[in-house]
């Protein structure tokens, strides 16, 4: 995977004033992907040591008042063409700065105030389609033994289980809110086990309960209650759906969205609202594109077919009809489920980081599917799903 990196992130002497700003946590990525280091400052020519710049309305100026708006345009442009030529499709850049920052930059008072805003470069790259993050994402959604991965497996998908290396087990029904009387269904088992995957701390959670058993939504959501009180920041989920044709066809999918037509949502839930400091939760980014496109990536470089899209989280039991199939078509569904929508609001109302992948074992509205054949298709592709998995760990951990 090629990720683009502020240089100064990485320990190069390279701002205005000589010095560098390095990042564990972006050093640490770097050390594990093929890195184009960019520094549009450098490449501008202008000398160092020299006053700070922050941006002005469209202009960037020093401190001494200078206009270099000029220079801090052909540094951008010099370090996007590095940026284009390596074909990377993610950057990370220093927070803040008039070229590299990203949603906030210095307003130009130079008191320490912030706006809105990015950097002239970060501008360019996302102009380009190239995701920018700031260093605060890679380090917020790095594992460590203090904040390990959560992993939620669906049916089909505990395979992801031998990969573990165990260092405790816990009963689900010792976690709170779980249902005490649920019992697993075939292929899944009630038993949390906390370990590392590769050296990178996860907690995995085998089974889950469903809306379309019974449980309620703070039922169903009690297992990310659970993730987040253990210290965990980052929860992937793992479900088997159906395809909707023509948009999604069957194997592995990184879920991009989603539209929660489950009737429920487990914010409605007074146990929840204990939980969150707000139930009017923004839903934007509830997919953490910062771990799309690292799932993106570790997909390209394994050779592993990903489809991507939209899942729409019904309640079930029962499978869709041809007309429901038809308007989950027309609304932009490419995978259709009866699991991980509540989960995901939840994971996004307490501030988790969340990467949903999806098995479509079947097209849906095919009659001959049953439990038995989407373990079937999980064990077809527990060898492609475990690497893809494995992979987005080695690059948090
Ligand atoms: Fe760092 Fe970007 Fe400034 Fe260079 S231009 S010193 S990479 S923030």
Redesign the pocket.
């Known amino acids: 995977m090629r990720v683009i990196i502020?240089?100064?992130l990485l320990g190069a002497s390279?701002?205005y004033d000589g010095g560098s700003k390095p990042c564990e946590a972006v050093r640490s990525l770097a050390s594990r992907v093929e890195v184009t280091s960019?520094?549009?400052?450098?490449a501008s020519g202008l000398p160092v040591p020299r006053p700070p710049a922050e941006r002005r309305g469209g202009r960037v100026v020093l401190a001494d008042g200078t206009d270099v708006t000029q220079a801090f345009e052909s540094g951008a442009v010099i370090s996007l063409g590095r940026a284009v030529g390596s074909a990377a499709t993610l950057a990370v850049?220093?927070a803040k700065?008039p070229?590299?920052g990203r949603g906030l930059v210095y307003d130009g008072s130079f008191t320490g105030t912030l706006v809105e805003g990015d950097g002239i470069l970060a501008a360019r790259l996302e102009e380009e389609g190239i995701h920018v993050v700031t260093e605060d994402v890679v380090q917020s959604c790095r594992a460590s033994v203090e904040h390990p991965v959560a992993i939620v497996l669906g049916s089909g998908l505990a395979g992801l289980l031998d990969a573990v290396k165990p260092v405790r087990r816990i009963d689900y029904r010792d976690i709170e809110g779980f249902p005490e009387d649920a019992r697993p269904i075939e292929g899944h088992s009630f038993k949390a086990v906390v370990g590392s995957i590769d050296g990178t701390p996860v907690v995995v959670y085998p089974g889950r309960v469903h809306l379309y058993q019974g449980y309620s939504a703070a039922e169903v959501t009690a297992l990310v209650r659970h993730a987040k009180h253990l210290g965990c920041r980052d929860i992937v989920f793992a479900c088997a759906t159906g395809a909707i044709p023509p948009n999604a066809t069957t194997g592995l999918g990184l879920i991009t969205d989603h539209i929660n037509l489950t009737g429920t949502n487990p914010l409605v839930e007074p146990d929840d609202l204990r939980s969150v400091e707000s139930p009017f939760v923004g839903m934007g980014d509830a997919y953490t594109p910062y771990l799309l496109e690292l799932a993106r990536g570790v997909a390209a470089d394994e050779g592993i077919e990903v489809g991507e899209g939209v899942y729409a989280g019904m309640l079930g039991p029962s499978y869709e009809t041809p007309a429901e199939i038809r308007a989950l078509g027309m609304l932009g569904v490419s995978y259709v489920g009866m699991s991980t929508v509540n989960e995901v609001i939840m994971a996004h109302a307490l501030g988790m980081n969340v990467l949903g992948v999806t098995l479509a074992t079947n097209l849906a509205g095919d009659s001959s599917v049953d439990h038995e054949s989407v373990l079937v298709a999980g064990q077809a592709h527990a060898d492609e799903f475990g690497r893809l998995v494995r992979g987005v760990l080695r690059l948090l951990g």
């Open positions: 502020s240089r100064c390279c701002r960019v520094c549009p400052e450098t850049l220093k700065s070229s590299c």
